[in-house]
């Protein structure tokens, strides 16, 4: 059989460690086994474990329209550097991603831009053309708490047939959980304020008022609690996490750097979703990277933007905690690759045949500190300096090797995987 590239090494396959070899063909992984002749390529990797390429779910590349603050470029450059093979963009974009029009805009703007493949999402709107643009997206967002852009969408009215029409067309509606009827208006001078005005209780109403669709498919984006994780797991909703919700503390992290919707919560809170994260009642990771520039996060708290970048780091932070038997690198794979890819109808997130040959190789010895000068992001900072991370040596993506002992060596080979051809 004549393979474009063998890969070797101990690799992640089946739910376990074991030696293999990965055949590659046309991007797909075509064979794994223990051994495999031929291969116009080989490569082997002595000291490292491969990984399936991590997909993100949820990233703000603010292409088009916010393009100073981050672009698919540099989004997706930050991406393949932290070993993210895949990224799906959000629609709060300027203009907004609301129907067939602005979709088709905003593919062939970051068409042969990006250097890992990514997806588009729609945004969630009354009477929205969902059968229109399925095929050609990873799901829908819905945003029924204000955040960046003007795509709220917080009367029941109007979201139950939106989401009808979008489960009949069989996606996934990813939702911003805050109920905006429960989000106060009040001056906020800092992080303890931004919270007060945005209580834990308007994630959980809006959980609740989604409880009418049971069983369908929806994920409940960045969750800060335990109480709408097991109501969501409840609803057999899936559900993502990210790093800031159960790591940064508003009371010591006060300024505008660390502004964000849904914001940081308390201790006790945070105790909570670290719980349910360790327990594995958590689907998956989402990075809800949104970068601002170091300018905006610098005006007065109450008219700074909300957001924080992480696409490059969570994943080097969860293989750091995958180092110090924090959780086991089964929960890694499956939080941030599996279950993202399976959600979202991609045939990524596993080595196995039919496959895309999405991989990332990380040496578990090869632990360093976050030098936040050193990361690809326009945003130029990070709540992240100085952390535990390990970074991954190695990562491909559909074949082709992007990144090889930490430094770029690829190009712009990133394709829509919603194409729709």
Not at 114 to 126: K, Q, S
Not at 302 to 311: C, F, H, K, N, Q
């Amino acid at each position: 059989m004549g393979f474009d590239l063998v890969v070797c090494g101990r690799a992640f396959v089946g739910g376990r460690i074991k030696y293999s070899e990965i055949g590659v063909e046309d991007g797909r992984i075509s064979a794994v086994r223990g051994s495999l002749s031929g291969g116009e390529r080989r490569i082997d990797v002595p000291g490292g474990v491969i990984l399936p390429g991590f997909v993100d779910p949820h990233v703000h590349f603010r292409d088009p329209g916010m393009t100073e603050k981050e672009d698919f470029p540099s989004g997706t450059m930050a991406a393949v550097h932290g070993g993210v093979t895949c990224v799906l963009d959000m629609p709060n974009t300027v203009p907004p991603v609301t129907d067939i029009s602005t979709l088709m805009e905003k593919k062939a703007r970051v068409k042969g831009r990006a250097h890992t493949d990514y997806g588009l999402f729609a945004a969630v709107t009354p009477g929205c053309n969902a059968g229109t643009m399925a095929p050609l997206v990873p799901g829908f967002k819905l945003f029924m708490g204000s955040t960046t852009g003007r795509i709220l969408l917080n009367d029941d009215a109007e979201i139950a047939p939106a989401l009808q029409g979008i489960f009949r067309a069989g996606k996934r509606v990813s939702v911003h959980a805050e109920d905006d009827g429960m989000i106060l208006k009040g001056r906020e001078d800092d992080c303890r304020c931004h919270l007060r005005n945005r209580p834990v209780e308007a994630e959980v109403n809006a959980l609740r008022r989604l409880s009418r669709f049971k069983g369908m498919r929806v994920n409940i984006c960045h969750n800060t609690n335990a109480e709408s994780v097991a109501l969501a797991k409840e609803l057999g909703f899936t559900t993502e996490v990210t790093l800031h919700h159960l790591f940064l503390d508003p009371d010591r992290l006060t300024t505008a750097e660390y502004k964000v919707n849904p914001p940081l919560r308390n201790a006790a809170v945070r105790e909570g979703l670290y719980a349910a994260f360790i327990d594995g009642r958590i689907s998956m990771f989402g990075s809800d990277h949104a970068p601002h520039t170091l300018s905006d996060k610098s005006q007065d708290f109450d008219s700074a933007p909300s957001g924080i970048p992480g696409v490059e780091t969570t994943i080097p932070i969860v293989m750091g905690m995958v180092r110090r038997d924090v959780i086991p690198l089964a929960q890694a794979v499956s939080m941030g690759s599996e279950t993202p890819a399976a959600s979202f109808g991609m045939r990524k997130g596993r080595i196995e045949e039919g496959y895309d040959a999405d991989l990332s190789v990380f040496d578990m010895r090869a632990c360093t500190e976050i030098d936040v000068r050193r990361l690809h992001s326009k945003a130029g900072h990070s709540p992240y300096g100085g952390w535990e991370a390990v970074f991954p040596e190695t990562v491909i993506v559909r074949g082709e090797i992007q990144i090889d002992g930490r430094e770029f060596c690829g190009d712009r080979i990133g394709e829509d995987a919603y194409a729709g051809d």
